[in-house]
């Protein structure tokens, strides 16, 4: 069955943003916004890999012509992080950010949105996780807003010491798809 592509226009009064699909040309802005949004910064192949295996996945805010943020997510049969010992598809967000300017008007929260309904449709994901610095506010904020709980606090996880916190979100209710915003 052919779906159509995931994309969506929202309006922010004057101005307007897309989500699409990464592309292979998109590669070098995403990275230069990976680098001045988060400490965390991967290698080209670690950006391309995922985009081969999980290109569903792999989205991009556009405005003003150009990508002004990114999700990207793995894939992963592992364990459940709300149902113990409950072996599951997880869609995994490895990184999300958007760039400063244009914070704070809900491209984010399109780009997770979007992000777990392909997750959902296309890959038969049931659950979605993440970590996160327990001192990013915003970040908390966003997923908590999205209907994402902390499941466990993973101690020193990042390189300079500090903890995360795991979050996670069931995407699947009763053998119902549930959208992306609880
Ligand atoms: N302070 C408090 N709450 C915030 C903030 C903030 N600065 N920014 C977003 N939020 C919360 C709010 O609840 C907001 O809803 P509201 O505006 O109606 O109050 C909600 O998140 C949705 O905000 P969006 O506009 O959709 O989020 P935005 O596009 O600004 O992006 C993001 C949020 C990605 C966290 C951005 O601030 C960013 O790029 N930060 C740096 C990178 C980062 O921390 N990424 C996440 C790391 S964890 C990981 O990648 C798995
Ligand atoms: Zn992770």
Same mark, same amino acid.
């Given at each position: 069955?052919?779906?159509?592509? %995931?994309?969506?226009? &929202?309006?922010?009064? %004057?101005? %307007?943003? /897309? ?5 292979? /040309? ?11 949004c988060l400490p965390e910064?991967?290698? $080209?192949?670690?950006? @391309?890999? +995922?985009? *081969?295996?999980?290109?569903? $996945?792999? @989205? ?7 990508? !002004? #943020? ?7 049969? $592992?364990? &459940?992080?709300?149902? &113990?010992?409950?072996?599951?598809? +997880?869609?995994?967000i490895?990184s999300i950010a958007v760039?400063?300017?244009?914070r704070r008007?809900?491209?984010a929260?399109?780009?997770v949105? !979007?992000?777990?309904?392909? *997750? ?10 993440l970590e996160v610095r327990v001192s990013n506010d915003p970040a908390i904020n966003l997923y908590s807003k999205l209907?994402f709980?902390s499941?466990?606090r993973m &101690?020193?996880y990042y390189m300079n010491?500090e903890d995360a916190w795991e979050m996670?979100?069931?995407?699947? /209710?009763? #053998? !119902? ?6």
């Amino acid at each position: 069955m052919c779906k159509k592509q %995931s994309q969506k226009v &929202s309006h922010l009064g %004057s101005k %307007s943003f /897309e989500i699409r699909v990464f592309r292979r /040309e998109d590669l070098d802005r995403v990275m230069e916004i990976n680098v001045t949004c988060l400490p965390e910064n991967y290698s $080209t192949y670690f950006y @391309l890999d +995922l985009f *081969a295996r999980f290109p569903k $996945t792999f @989205l991009v805010a556009v405005a003003d012509n150009s990508v !002004q #943020g990114y999700i990207m997510c793995r894939i992963e049969r $592992t364990f &459940s992080k709300l149902k &113990s010992l409950h072996l599951a598809k +997880l869609c995994h967000i490895v990184s999300i950010a958007v760039v400063h300017p244009y914070r704070r008007r809900g491209l984010a929260t399109d780009l997770v949105f !979007q992000a777990l309904k392909n *997750a959902a449709e296309e890959y038969e994901a049931t659950e979605c996780f993440l970590e996160v610095r327990v001192s990013n506010d915003p970040a908390i904020n966003l997923y908590s807003k999205l209907g994402f709980r902390s499941t466990r606090r993973m &101690s020193g996880y990042y390189m300079n010491g500090e903890d995360a916190w795991e979050m996670a979100k069931p995407l699947i /209710e009763e #053998g !119902q798809t549930i959208p992306g915003v609880a």
